[in-house]
Protein backbone atom coordinates (compact mmCIF):
# COMPACT_ATOMS: atom_id res chain seq x y z
CA UNK A 1 0.00 0.00 0.00
CA UNK A 2 1.38 3.55 -0.91
CA UNK A 3 0.94 5.34 2.47
CA UNK A 4 2.33 8.79 4.09
CA UNK A 5 3.37 9.01 7.57
CA UNK A 6 3.43 12.96 8.52
CA UNK A 7 5.40 13.47 11.56
CA UNK A 8 7.70 10.35 10.19
CA UNK A 9 11.15 10.68 11.42
CA UNK A 10 9.85 11.37 15.15
CA UNK A 11 9.70 8.70 18.17
CA UNK A 12 7.04 6.65 17.06
CA UNK A 13 6.96 7.56 13.81
CA UNK A 14 10.15 6.44 13.09
CA UNK A 15 9.41 2.96 14.87
CA UNK A 16 6.25 2.46 13.03
CA UNK A 17 8.32 3.15 9.57
CA UNK A 18 10.39 0.51 10.28
CA UNK A 19 7.85 -1.76 11.09
CA UNK A 20 5.55 -0.75 7.77
CA UNK A 21 8.99 -1.10 5.73
CA UNK A 22 9.28 -5.12 6.96
CA UNK A 23 5.24 -5.43 5.74
CA UNK A 24 6.64 -4.06 2.28
CA UNK A 25 4.61 -0.85 1.99
CA UNK A 26 5.47 1.72 0.30
CA UNK A 27 6.39 4.92 2.18
CA UNK A 28 6.26 8.62 1.70
CA UNK A 29 7.67 10.57 4.92
CA UNK A 30 6.56 14.07 5.56
CA UNK A 31 8.50 15.75 8.35
CA UNK A 32 9.66 19.52 9.37
CA UNK A 33 12.03 18.13 12.30
CA UNK A 34 10.66 20.55 14.80
CA UNK A 35 11.02 17.73 17.16
CA UNK A 36 13.08 15.07 15.32
CA UNK A 37 16.32 14.22 13.55
CA UNK A 38 16.77 13.51 9.50
CA UNK A 39 19.60 11.17 11.56
CA UNK A 40 16.53 8.67 12.27
CA UNK A 41 15.19 8.08 8.73
CA UNK A 42 19.26 7.68 7.77
CA UNK A 43 18.91 4.76 10.59
CA UNK A 44 15.83 3.56 9.59
CA UNK A 45 17.47 2.93 6.36
CA UNK A 46 20.55 0.72 7.38
CA UNK A 47 17.92 -0.96 9.58
CA UNK A 48 15.57 -2.17 7.69
CA UNK A 49 17.86 -2.13 3.95
CA UNK A 50 14.98 -0.43 2.20
CA UNK A 51 14.44 2.89 0.63
CA UNK A 52 11.09 5.01 1.13
CA UNK A 53 10.86 8.92 -0.30
CA UNK A 54 11.06 12.16 2.11
CA UNK A 55 10.10 15.35 1.84
CA UNK A 56 10.70 18.02 4.24
CA UNK A 57 7.35 19.74 5.22
CA UNK A 58 5.14 21.29 7.81
CA UNK A 59 1.52 19.86 7.41
CA UNK A 60 0.17 24.07 8.33
CA UNK A 61 1.82 24.98 4.80
CA UNK A 62 -1.32 23.83 2.81
CA UNK A 63 0.08 24.86 -0.54
CA UNK A 64 3.23 22.47 0.19
CA UNK A 65 0.71 19.85 1.59
CA UNK A 66 -1.79 19.74 -1.14
CA UNK A 67 1.76 19.38 -3.58
CA UNK A 68 2.76 16.26 -2.02
CA UNK A 69 -0.78 14.84 -2.12
CA UNK A 70 -1.19 15.13 -5.61
CA UNK A 71 2.68 13.57 -6.66
CA UNK A 72 2.21 10.58 -4.37
CA UNK A 73 -0.95 10.43 -4.31
CA UNK A 74 -1.59 8.28 -0.91
CA UNK A 75 -4.12 5.39 -0.81
CA UNK A 76 -3.59 5.84 3.25
CA UNK A 77 -2.25 8.24 5.90
CA UNK A 78 -0.72 7.76 9.38
CA UNK A 79 -1.04 10.91 10.36
CA UNK A 80 1.58 11.51 13.37
CA UNK A 81 2.51 14.98 12.75
CA UNK A 82 1.63 17.59 15.96
CA UNK A 83 2.96 19.49 18.79
CA UNK A 84 2.68 16.95 22.10
CA UNK A 85 4.38 18.93 25.34
CA UNK A 86 1.09 19.40 28.16
CA UNK A 87 3.58 22.70 29.84
CA UNK A 88 4.65 23.64 26.05
CA UNK A 89 0.71 23.78 25.14
CA UNK A 90 -0.31 26.04 28.25
CA UNK A 91 2.43 28.56 27.47
CA UNK A 92 1.78 28.67 23.31
CA UNK A 93 -2.01 27.49 22.80
CA UNK A 94 -2.46 29.17 19.96
CA UNK A 95 0.99 26.79 18.05
CA UNK A 96 -0.79 23.97 19.45
CA UNK A 97 -4.10 24.84 18.19
CA UNK A 98 -2.72 25.90 14.97
CA UNK A 99 -0.26 22.52 14.43
CA UNK A 100 -2.61 19.69 15.72
CA UNK A 101 -6.12 20.93 14.97
CA UNK A 102 -6.07 23.25 11.37
CA UNK A 103 -3.17 20.78 10.61
CA UNK A 104 -5.05 18.12 10.83
CA UNK A 105 -7.87 19.86 8.83
CA UNK A 106 -5.59 20.11 6.10
CA UNK A 107 -4.41 16.87 6.03
CA UNK A 108 -8.06 15.72 5.69
CA UNK A 109 -8.93 18.63 3.41
CA UNK A 110 -5.35 17.05 1.15
CA UNK A 111 -6.99 13.48 1.35
CA UNK A 112 -10.32 15.03 -0.24
CA UNK A 113 -8.21 16.43 -3.14
CA UNK A 114 -6.33 13.28 -4.39
CA UNK A 115 -9.38 10.86 -3.04
CA UNK A 116 -7.62 8.96 -0.04
CA UNK A 117 -10.24 7.67 1.92
CA UNK A 118 -8.23 5.93 5.03
CA UNK A 119 -6.44 7.59 8.14
CA UNK A 120 -4.95 6.12 10.85
CA UNK A 121 -4.27 9.13 13.55
CA UNK A 122 -2.34 9.42 16.52
CA UNK A 123 -3.87 10.35 19.86
CA UNK A 124 -3.44 10.51 23.41
CA UNK A 125 -5.57 8.98 26.19
CA UNK A 126 -4.75 13.13 27.68
CA UNK A 127 -8.53 13.26 26.00
CA UNK A 128 -9.64 11.00 28.92
CA UNK A 129 -8.40 13.99 31.33
CA UNK A 130 -9.20 12.70 35.42
CA UNK A 131 -9.95 8.91 35.15
CA UNK A 132 -14.33 8.52 36.37
CA UNK A 133 -12.62 4.73 36.84
CA UNK A 134 -10.10 2.40 35.64
CA UNK A 135 -9.46 0.38 33.30
CA UNK A 136 -10.30 3.27 31.10
CA UNK A 137 -12.17 1.86 27.88
CA UNK A 138 -13.03 4.02 24.34
CA UNK A 139 -16.71 4.72 26.43
CA UNK A 140 -15.00 6.43 29.57
CA UNK A 141 -16.51 10.32 29.17
CA UNK A 142 -13.42 12.80 27.46
CA UNK A 143 -13.12 15.60 29.60
CA UNK A 144 -9.23 16.89 28.46
CA UNK A 145 -7.82 18.85 30.75
CA UNK A 146 -4.93 20.96 29.19
CA UNK A 147 -4.34 22.45 25.84
CA UNK A 148 -2.72 19.58 24.19
CA UNK A 149 -5.19 17.05 25.26
CA UNK A 150 -8.25 19.32 23.90
CA UNK A 151 -6.25 19.47 20.39
CA UNK A 152 -6.34 16.11 20.19
CA UNK A 153 -9.79 15.92 20.64
CA UNK A 154 -10.70 18.25 18.80
CA UNK A 155 -8.97 16.50 15.99
CA UNK A 156 -10.79 13.22 17.01
CA UNK A 157 -14.11 15.01 16.34
CA UNK A 158 -12.83 16.59 13.33
CA UNK A 159 -11.88 12.96 11.71
CA UNK A 160 -14.77 11.21 13.04
CA UNK A 161 -17.06 14.19 11.39
CA UNK A 162 -14.98 14.10 8.55
CA UNK A 163 -15.38 10.24 7.69
CA UNK A 164 -19.66 10.49 8.58
CA UNK A 165 -19.32 12.70 5.77
CA UNK A 166 -17.55 10.91 3.39
CA UNK A 167 -18.93 7.19 2.15
CA UNK A 168 -16.56 4.12 2.00
CA UNK A 169 -14.12 5.96 4.06
CA UNK A 170 -12.26 4.15 7.06
CA UNK A 171 -10.10 4.74 9.82
CA UNK A 172 -8.61 3.79 13.40
CA UNK A 173 -7.57 6.92 15.96
CA UNK A 174 -5.18 5.39 18.45
CA UNK A 175 -5.07 7.10 21.95
CA UNK A 176 -1.30 6.26 23.23
CA UNK A 177 -1.05 5.82 26.77
CA UNK A 178 2.55 5.72 27.80
CA UNK A 179 5.11 4.51 24.94
CA UNK A 180 8.30 3.65 26.18
CA UNK A 181 11.69 1.99 25.27
CA UNK A 182 13.08 1.71 21.72
CA UNK A 183 14.01 -0.66 19.34
CA UNK A 184 16.39 -3.48 20.14
CA UNK A 185 18.98 -2.22 18.10
CA UNK A 186 19.70 0.55 20.00
CA UNK A 187 19.85 2.59 16.48
CA UNK A 188 16.77 4.57 16.78
CA UNK A 189 14.86 5.46 20.01
CA UNK A 190 13.52 8.36 21.85
CA UNK A 191 15.63 11.73 22.04
CA UNK A 192 13.33 14.96 23.34
CA UNK A 193 15.42 18.39 21.92
CA UNK A 194 14.35 19.43 25.64
CA UNK A 195 14.44 18.49 28.77
CA UNK A 196 12.39 15.77 28.86
CA UNK A 197 8.33 15.70 29.39
CA UNK A 198 8.09 12.18 30.25
CA UNK A 199 9.92 9.53 32.89
CA UNK A 200 11.64 6.99 31.49
CA UNK A 201 13.51 9.42 29.07
CA UNK A 202 14.29 11.78 32.17
CA UNK A 203 15.39 8.84 34.09
CA UNK A 204 17.54 7.57 30.94
CA UNK A 205 19.08 11.31 30.80
CA UNK A 206 19.95 10.59 34.63
CA UNK A 207 21.55 7.34 34.16
CA UNK A 208 24.30 8.69 31.14
CA UNK A 209 24.59 11.82 33.41
CA UNK A 210 22.56 14.25 31.63
CA UNK A 211 20.80 15.22 34.29
CA UNK A 212 21.61 15.13 38.50
CA UNK A 213 18.51 13.35 39.40
CA UNK A 214 15.31 12.21 38.89
CA UNK A 215 12.16 14.03 40.98
CA UNK A 216 9.72 12.17 41.94
CA UNK A 217 6.46 14.35 42.53
CA UNK A 218 4.86 12.71 45.20
CA UNK A 219 5.17 9.51 47.11
CA UNK A 220 1.62 9.85 49.13
CA UNK A 221 -0.63 8.90 46.18
CA UNK A 222 -3.26 5.76 46.77
CA UNK A 223 -1.18 3.01 45.09
CA UNK A 224 1.04 0.44 46.09
CA UNK A 225 3.78 2.22 46.60
CA UNK A 226 2.83 5.77 46.93
CA UNK A 227 4.07 6.93 43.83
CA UNK A 228 1.83 7.51 40.36
CA UNK A 229 1.16 4.45 38.24
CA UNK A 230 0.71 4.37 34.82
CA UNK A 231 0.38 2.11 31.62
CA UNK A 232 3.56 2.03 29.92
CA UNK A 233 3.85 0.56 26.59
CA UNK A 234 6.55 -0.43 24.51
CA UNK A 235 7.39 1.57 21.17
CA UNK A 236 7.73 -1.62 18.58
CA UNK A 237 4.50 -3.02 20.21
CA UNK A 238 2.86 0.46 19.96
CA UNK A 239 4.27 0.31 16.05
CA UNK A 240 2.92 -3.02 15.53
CA UNK A 241 -0.41 -1.77 16.30
CA UNK A 242 -0.92 1.14 13.64
CA UNK A 243 0.35 -1.96 11.39
CA UNK A 244 -2.46 -3.37 12.44
CA UNK A 245 -4.92 -0.83 12.33
CA UNK A 246 -3.70 0.03 8.67
CA UNK A 247 -5.17 -3.09 8.07
CA UNK A 248 -8.45 -2.56 9.55
CA UNK A 249 -9.15 0.65 8.33
CA UNK A 250 -8.27 -0.87 4.92
CA UNK A 251 -10.80 -3.39 5.27
CA UNK A 252 -13.87 -1.73 7.01
CA UNK A 253 -15.74 1.76 6.56
CA UNK A 254 -16.11 3.97 9.55
CA UNK A 255 -13.63 5.27 12.00
CA UNK A 256 -12.99 3.46 15.39
CA UNK A 257 -11.11 4.56 18.21
CA UNK A 258 -8.63 2.41 20.04
CA UNK A 259 -6.66 2.26 23.64
CA UNK A 260 -3.58 0.99 23.39
CA UNK A 261 -1.87 -0.04 26.29
CA UNK A 262 -0.92 -3.41 28.04
CA UNK A 263 -3.76 -2.87 30.68
CA UNK A 264 -1.70 -2.78 33.52
CA UNK A 265 0.40 -0.21 35.26
CA UNK A 266 3.65 0.40 36.68
CA UNK A 267 4.72 3.05 39.45
CA UNK A 268 7.17 5.33 39.75
CA UNK A 269 9.32 3.53 41.71
CA UNK A 270 8.97 0.42 39.66
CA UNK A 271 9.95 2.21 36.72
CA UNK A 272 13.20 3.38 38.20
CA UNK A 273 13.96 -0.01 40.00
CA UNK A 274 13.73 -1.51 36.65
CA UNK A 275 16.18 0.96 35.03
CA UNK A 276 18.57 0.63 37.46
CA UNK A 277 18.68 -3.09 37.21
CA UNK A 278 18.76 -2.63 33.55
CA UNK A 279 21.62 -0.01 33.68
CA UNK A 280 23.73 -1.46 36.74
CA UNK A 281 23.68 0.69 39.48
CA UNK A 282 21.47 2.46 41.44
CA UNK A 283 20.26 6.16 40.67
CA UNK A 284 20.06 9.49 41.89
CA UNK A 285 16.73 10.59 43.04
CA UNK A 286 14.69 12.38 45.39
CA UNK A 287 11.10 12.89 46.62
CA UNK A 288 9.53 16.34 45.96
CA UNK A 289 5.49 17.08 46.71
CA UNK A 290 2.93 16.60 43.99
CA UNK A 291 2.34 18.83 40.83
CA UNK A 292 -0.80 20.26 39.79
CA UNK A 293 -3.42 18.03 37.93
CA UNK A 294 -1.00 14.79 38.51
CA UNK A 295 -3.53 11.82 39.20
CA UNK A 296 -2.78 9.05 40.85
CA UNK A 297 -3.15 6.18 38.39
CA UNK A 298 -4.18 5.64 34.64
CA UNK A 299 -4.39 2.64 32.85
CA UNK A 300 -5.87 0.99 29.75
CA UNK A 301 -8.46 -1.06 29.15
CA UNK A 302 -7.06 -2.59 25.65
CA UNK A 303 -9.65 -5.68 25.19
CA UNK A 304 -11.17 -3.62 21.70
CA UNK A 305 -7.83 -3.19 20.24
CA UNK A 306 -7.09 -6.79 21.50
CA UNK A 307 -10.08 -8.07 19.74
CA UNK A 308 -10.24 -5.66 16.78
CA UNK A 309 -7.23 -5.42 15.65
CA UNK A 310 -5.74 -9.08 16.45
CA UNK A 311 -3.31 -7.08 18.61
CA UNK A 312 -1.60 -7.74 22.37
CA UNK A 313 1.02 -5.89 24.07
CA UNK A 314 3.88 -8.45 24.09
CA UNK A 315 7.04 -6.45 25.86
CA UNK A 316 6.93 -5.89 29.51
CA UNK A 317 8.71 -3.49 32.02
CA UNK A 318 12.46 -5.49 32.00
CA UNK A 319 12.60 -5.35 28.44
CA UNK A 320 11.64 -1.69 28.21
CA UNK A 321 14.05 -0.73 30.72
CA UNK A 322 16.61 -2.72 28.59
CA UNK A 323 15.88 -1.38 25.00
CA UNK A 324 15.62 2.35 26.29
CA UNK A 325 18.81 1.96 27.84
CA UNK A 326 20.68 0.31 25.03
CA UNK A 327 19.73 3.43 22.92
CA UNK A 328 20.69 6.12 25.68
CA UNK A 329 23.64 4.16 26.53
CA UNK A 330 24.90 4.21 22.91
CA UNK A 331 23.70 7.47 22.00
CA UNK A 332 23.85 9.75 25.16
CA UNK A 333 23.36 12.88 23.75
CA UNK A 334 20.39 11.40 21.49
CA UNK A 335 20.67 12.01 17.52
CA UNK A 336 23.03 15.03 17.91
CA UNK A 337 26.34 12.54 17.64
CA UNK A 338 26.29 9.66 15.30
CA UNK A 339 27.41 6.30 17.75
Known amino acids: MDVLLTGGAGYIGSHTLLELLAEGHR ?13 ALNRVRELSNRDFRFARLDIRDRAALFGLFEAFRPQAVIHFAGLKAVGEGEARPLDYY ?81 PVGAHESGRIGEDPHDVPNNLMPYISQVAVGRRAKLSIYGDDYDTRDGTGLRDYIHVVDLA ?8 YAAARQGVEVFNLGTGSG ?34 ADPAKANRLLSWRAERGLAEMSRSAWRWQSENPDGYARRA
Not at 28 to 36: E, G, I, P, Q, Y
Not at 115 to 139: H, K, M, Q, W
Request: contains cysteine; charged residues 20%.
Open 240 to 247: RAHVAALG
Open 27 to 39: ILVADNFANSSPE
Open 266 to 299: HTVREMLRAFSEACGRDLPHEVTGRRPGDIAACV
Open 98 to 178: ETNVSGTMNVLEAMNAVNCARIVFSSSATVYGEPEYLPLDESHPCHPASVYGRTKHMAEQIILDWSRARPGSGGAILRYFN
